[in-house]
Every structure is written in structure tokens, then in C-alpha cells.
Nanobody, 126 residues
Framework: QVQLVESGGGLVQAGGSLRLSCAAS????????MGWFRQAPGQEREFVAA????????YYADSVKGRFTISRDNAENTVYLQMNSLKPEDTAVYYC???????????????????WGKGTLVTVSS
């Protein structure tokens, strides 16, 4: 049974930083690409960032490029999202996703599939 548990959310002022973590269990972590999505109140879920199985390839939404960094530690079965220069519009529940493939094709195509965590709330005050 796959479990994804996010942590690290909270309240931060605009311009600040947070680091989200997602601990995974239940499948061979290093075999699958991982992604982060977010959903703001009243809005649809949107893609934020993804990393392939090895950690060598990453992909970002334009809205976070240059501010957020996704990484993974396959020895610790954990994926991270370092968020810098946070803006009020980054306020959302952030969800961890484990894809069904090792590469980033799912995310390149704008799809979302696989397994999901329950989310962690990030609130950025102005």
C-alpha cells in the first residue's frame, strides 16, 4: 500500500521560505518520478514541479520557476520542495504525487496520475 506523507507547511510572510517534504512508502521509491501539485481555495489543482526517478531531470511550472527547487533523496525515500521568495499567490494546499513511470512524460503532457498524499497547507501573508 502506497503512502505519501507531506510535511513542512505553515504560515510565512511574503518573501520568506519554506521546505516541504514528502515521505513515501509502499513501492520502490527510486523507480518512479515524483511531483508536487497545489490547490488554492476555489481553484483547480495545478502542477508545481516534478523530478524524475534519478533526480537528474526536473520540470517546473512557469509560475514557480527560479523560486522553487524540487529534489529527492532515494536513500531516504523522500522528495523535497524548497520554496523561496514566496508570494501570497503561492498560498495553497500542496500535494505530493508519485507517478506510475520513472520519467517526466506524465508531467510534460499535463497529466496527473498515480498516488497522492493528503496535502500540507502553505499560507503566505502579505
Amino acid at each position: 500500500q502506497v503512502q505519501l506523507v507531506e510535511s513542512g507547511g505553515g504560515l510565512v510572510q511574503a518573501g520568506g521560505s519554506l521546505r516541504l517534504s514528502c515521505a513515501a512508502s509502499g513501492r520502490t521509491f527510486s523507480s518512479y518520478a515524483m511531483g508536487w501539485f497545489r490547490q488554492a481555495p476555489g481553484q483547480e489543482r495545478e502542477f508545481v514541479a516534478a523530478v524524475d526517478w534519478s533526480g537528474d531531470s526536473t520540470y517546473y511550472a512557469d509560475s514557480v520557476k527560479g523560486r522553487f527547487t524540487i529534489s529527492r533523496d532515494n536513500a531516504e525515500n523522500t522528495v523535497y520542495l524548497q520554496m523561496n521568495s514566496l508570494k501570497p499567490e503561492d498560498t495553497a494546499v500542496y500535494y505530493c504525487n508519485q507517478d506510475l513511470a520513472a520519467n517526466l512524460n506524465t508531467y510534460y503532457r499535463g497529466w496527473a496520475r498515480g498516488y497522492w498524499g493528503k496535502g500540507t497547507l502553505v499560507t503566505v501573508s502579505s
